[in-house]
């Protein structure tokens, strides 16, 4: 079974630091994406990173983290983690790893399969 894990959550203040860890047990770990989404309250789940676990590892970034957060794999752990710099109160929310690519739309929360139970991530001003 595929269970993908999420950890290194926590509070943060605004500018800090935090790396995010997604252990996907049970998954094929190469030729496919796997993804971070995160989603606050009251908004839609939003594809903020997309990373291709395999030779390459090419990235895509949505434009609101861009330039601050970094994913990455370690293909020999089966784990993808999301650095994240320069935190901003508006990244307050709690992120998913997900997996399974279903279709091509690599940002898309409807495009994964397997998702993680999510970690949270509050970040105070």
């Known amino acids: 079974e595929v269970q993908p894990v999420e950890s290194g959550g926590g509070s943060v203040q605004s500018g800090g630091s935090l790396r995010l860890s997604c252990l996907a047990s049970?998954?094929?770990?190469?030729?496919?994406?796997m993804a971070w989404f995160r989603q606050a309250p009251g908004k839609e789940r939003e594809g903020i990173a997309a990373i291709y676990v395999g030779r390459g590892g090419d990235t895509t970034y949505a434009d609101s983290v861009k330039g601050r957060f970094t994913a990455t794999q370690d293909k020999a752990k089966k784990t993808i983690y999301l650095q994240m710099n320069s935190l901003k109160p508006e990244d307050t929310a709690m992120y998913y790893c997900a997996a399974g690519l279903l279709e091509p739309n690599i940002v898309s929360p409807s495009a994964y399969l397997y998702w993680g139970q999510g970690t949270q991530v509050p970040v105070s001003s």
């Open positions: 049970g998954y094929v770990f190469s030729g496919n994406y």
